[in-house]
């Protein structure tokens, strides 16, 4: 078979692969703990699914037009007002099938081949492959733990060529939790418009902050506004992951682009989700829902960062938002278990799969060695559990 040369260029998920792999144990009667998952355990709230069905029964099931609906673009008009400090027109608002497809066409929009797109690291997954996806070339700038795995702004200024096109930025961060501050936002901003860098701002888990305040890059004035493109989803904070639904706002003709690109691929983004959409947004429902899920979340972070920190060779920092931990797990590297040295992070991983039968994602998937990820998305059952057993095996 001869596929195009591009389809070698892409790795797969990891953090599906790993997903898939305790699944698999699980199904031979494994009682696998997973801190895999990248979604929260919550179910979607049921005013949401109740609109959603509604939608069906009255026949919303035909196309829509491809950037979305206006009744939903007006809402997300609003909401960004509201929430986000960010004027927008409905003309700048496409809606897809969830943030990861907005992300995708944004990239097919901004990127041209041979362009240099900056990744701090660590990253989500997903972002270097849709920037090669794009032709566009990954230039990745290594964070440091002691700056809470955050892009300095000498950083980001030694890491900008001539051939710097755009900049990746997800806050709050998929895997750190790390938020940026509105002053590191700002010095971010001013680079960018003193050297024309477009920003990518994936701010997906924005509902999701328990210190600090998240905060839009765009909101710093109408010069860094012209330059972003802001992208949210339904799926973290409605739980609504496998509905397939996102957004983002930008300059008209990015998103004019983005639409008839949307037009020729997928068309719109479901019918009746779209009108579930709507009810996430304006229902007064949705707050309670919201912060049952939130204050949770709040509550197992601060306990898997506590049972993290009790952990032998393990030091974890506080996230700032998202649902998840990302500890240190250097003091772990070097040692022989049954004949078999732990190098790396993913010989850990590996490890704890095997022998304590939890499910944790190497830092190595998101661009940065000597680090787990553990998603809280899971019972505070399951986090004393598992990071007891974790003690235990590494006994
Ligand atoms: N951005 C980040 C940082 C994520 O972690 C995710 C999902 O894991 C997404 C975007 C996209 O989510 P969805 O495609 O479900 O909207």
């Known amino acids: 078979m001869k596929l195009a040369r591009r389809t070698t260029q892409i790795a797969a998920s990891p953090t599906l692969a790993l997903s898939a792999k305790a699944k698999e144990l699980k199904s031979q009667g494994i009682d696998v703990i ?43 008009v609003e909401k960004l007002k509201k929430n986000n400090n960010l004027e927008y027109t409905q003309a700048q608002v496409l809606i897809g099938c969830g943030g990861k497809h907005v992300l995708y066409d944004i990239m097919w929009a901004l990127i ?36 809470d795995f955050k892009m300095t ?25 790390s938020l940026y501050t509105p002053e590191e936002l700002k ?55 496998g509905w397939r639904l996102g957004y983002c706002a930008g300059p008209t003709d990015i998103i004019k682009a983005m639409s008839e690109f949307q037009s020729h691929t997928t068309s719109n983004p479901t019918s009746f989700v779209q009108k579930a959409g709507i009810e996430a947004l304006v229902s007064p429902q949705s707050a309670p829902a919201m912060k049952a899920m939130y204050d949770e979340f709040d509550k197992r972070r601060i306990r898997t960062v506590e049972l993290l920190n009790q952990v ?14 990302f500890p240190n797990i250097t003091g772990l590297l070097g040692k022989t278990y049954k004949g078999r040295k732990v190098e790396n992070d993913s010989d850990l991983s590996a490890f704890l799969l095997e022998e304590a039968h939890i499910a944790v994602v190497p830092g190595s998937s998101f661009g940065f060695d000597g680090f787990l990820r553990f998603s809280y998305a899971t019972s505070m059952e399951n986090i004393e559990k598992g990071i007891s057993r974790m003690i235990e095996v590494l006994k």
Request: charged residues 25%; aromatic residues 10%; negative net charge.
């Open 34 to 76: 997973d801190f895999g998952v990248g979604e929260p355990d919550f179910d979607t709230p049921e005013h949401i699914k109740q609109s959603g069905i509604k939608a069906i029964q009255s026949g919303f099931t035909k196309y829509t037009a491809a950037a979305g609906i206006p009744e939903l673009k007006k809402v997300i």
């Open 112 to 147: 041209d081949a041979g362009d240099e797109v900056i990744l701090p690291a660590p990253y989500w997954v997903t972002y270097p492959e849709q920037v090669k996806m794009s032709d566009g070339v990954n230039v990745i700038i290594q964070t440091k733990e002691e700056n």
């Open 153 to 177: 702004p000498e950083e980001f200024r030694a890491a900008i060529t001539p051939k710097t096109k755009a900049l990746i930025l997800n806050s709050p961060s998929n895997p750190t939790g």
């Open 187 to 241: 010095a971010i901003a001013d680079i960018c418009v003193e050297k024309g860098i477009y920003v990518i701002s994936d701010e997906c888990y924005e509902d999701l902050v328990y210190d600090g305040k998240q905060v839009s890059i765009a909101s710093f004035g109408p010069e860094i506004k012209e330059l972003t493109v802001v992208c949210y989803t339904f799926s973290k904070s409605y739980s609504m992951t």
């Open 312 to 325: 032998p060779g393990v030091t974890c920092r506080t996230p700032s938002g998202a649902f998840y931990a």
